[in-house]
């Protein structure tokens, strides 16, 4: 019976764990959408939102590196409630913001409280999930994030689309709150709790009791798969990172095709939500890395580097696609919009081959993120790994931010030459070459792999033993 109930509240813990990052990203996901309905609002250019979320991105990076640090020291439950509460009070004010200066106040403080999910999440998730399963269980992790950030554009659009661009913040807030008491029964694992070379420590009795301290820091950082992983993911966060204008994109080809601003803001959360469905496959590409890692410790790396070389042309065709012969409903009804959305879909071959391409564009990204924090976890031993995720976190997230306010420079620029949406279109393809880069140093790291896992295996099993 004891066993029974420490199973169900692990399986309970990580499930809430899921859920949570998939809610806490929802936060990201309401801002681009609402891009130009806040610009207007402000009376500023809609490239100056791009400035405030990269700058959201980029202090939850910064932020996450502290909560990390402070994950490898111990009672990380305790940290991940203040972590929520935070962005919980700064989301809701949010919708109280009266000028662009309060909204970038406001959306700095959020990022504050988001640094910790990411980081302290990690972190009690890799100490529950066996190794043979690190890659599929990882993959629900950061597709739930992903979805939630999909949940969250799809939400901004269609409450903002009748009511206010303000009431998304609203809802979301109070319900960040509301949600605070699931925290208040996870179970906190031990460190290394799910590592097969400290099963003899557990056996005993014993806790494997190492803390991360300062002076490991160079010889982290230093360490040759965590160098290749860093530059890896500056470089996927880049091309990524321009993603969160694809809702604009949208917006612009639907209005340029003739239907009213309400008509597009609508239209574009769906085709933001459905465009991204072939990162449902995270979860296989999970899975695979899984299978080729037990082969060989450089399986996982080769498998994201040709996954992610792939997406960058299935993104480039699918932004040029143009919506020719779309027939929408321009009442305002969201349930109208979505059915004629579906219809087209099927129908009509220009949406049909855009859907297609981001299925493909999607998918292939989507091998990217499990298989990056399984081999974070895998190269590092378990009182590191937080640091090291969220360290990779900033990094990531400096890259998220040159490729979102680098869209905001370089389309003020392509704009004095040409007119919406051409402006968007090759805006974006510009930035998604940097996927070559990225997949590129996959392969850098995979020699690396091999002996750095090796190093990590054998040192727990010394510290298993003793």
């Not at 199973?7 to 499930?15: D, F, H, N």
């Not at 409630?81 to 403080?109: C, D, E, K, P």
């Not at 969250?152 to 319900?175: D, K, N, Q």
């Not at 890259?399 to 968007?424: C, M």
């Amino acid at each position: 019976m004891a066993f029974n109930r420490k199973k169900i509240r692990i399986i309970y813990t990580i499930s809430v764990f899921i859920g949570l990052a998939a809610f806490d990203n929802i936060v990201i996901g309401l801002f681009p959408p609402l891009f130009s309905l806040i610009a207007k609002d402000f009376d500023v250019h809609v490239s100056a939102l791009g400035y405030v979320s990269a700058a959201n991105i980029l202090v939850t990076c910064v932020s996450s590196v502290y909560w990390g640090y402070l994950a490898g020291k111990g009672n990380r439950k305790k940290y991940i409630i203040i972590g929520t509460v935070i962005w919980a009070v700064s989301v809701f004010l949010t919708s109280f913001s009266r000028n662009y200066a309060q909204l970038l106040v406001l959306q700095i403080f959020t990022g504050v409280g988001l640094g910790c999910i990411a980081s302290i999440g990690y972190s009690i998730l890799t100490d529950y999930i066996p190794n043979r399963y690190r890659g599929m269980l990882l993959s629900l992790w950061g597709m739930s994030q992903g979805f939630g950030g999909i949940a969250g554009a799809l939400m901004a659009s269609l409450i903002a689309s009748s009511t206010s661009w303000r009431i998304p913040f609203e809802i979301v807030g109070v319900i960040g709150f509301l949600l605070l008491p699931l925290y208040l029964f996870v179970r906190e694992p031990d460190m290394g709790e799910s590592e097969p070379e400290l099963k003899e420590l557990k056996e005993k009795g014993l806790n494997y009791n190492y803390k991360i301290e300062i002076k490991q820091l160079n010889g982290i950082i230093s360490k040759p798969s965590n160098i290749w992983l860093l530059f890896q993911g500056f470089f996927m966060n880049i091309a990524t990172g321009t993603l969160i204008w694809l809702p604009t994109l949208y917006i612009s080809k639907i209005e340029h095709a003739g239907f009213s601003v309400q008509t597009a803001v609508i239209a574009s959360g769906y085709l933001f939500a459905m465009f991204q469905l072939g990162g449902l496959t995270s979860s296989y590409f999970g899975h695979l890395g899984d299978v080729f890692q037990r082969r060989t410790y450089k399986g996982r790396a080769y498998l994201a580097a040709i996954a992610v070389f792939l997406a960058a042309p299935a993104y480039i065709a699918m932004f040029m696609i143009p919506m020719k012969n779309l027939s929408l409903p321009d009442n305002g009804n969201q349930i109208m919009v979505l059915l004629q959305l579906l219809k087209e879909i099927i129908l009509n071959p220009w949406l049909m081959l855009m859907f297609v391409l981001s299925f493909v564009a999607a998918a292939a990204q989507s091998a990217n993120t499990p298989n990056w924090m399984a081999l974070i976890t895998e190269v590092n031993l378990p009182e590191h790994r937080a640091t090291v995720f969220s360290l990779a976190n900033l990094i990531g997230g400096i890259g998220r931010t040159i490729g979102n306010a680098g869209v905001g420079i370089v389309l003020a620029y392509v704009s004095g030459f040409t007119n919406e949406p051409n402006n968007y279109i090759i805006t974006l393809v510009l930035f998604q070459v940097i996927f070559v880069p990225a997949a590129l140093c996959y392969l850098k790291m995979a020699r690396f792999n091999v002996i750095d896992i090796k190093r990590v295996r054998f040192t727990l099993r010394r510290r298993g033993r003793s």
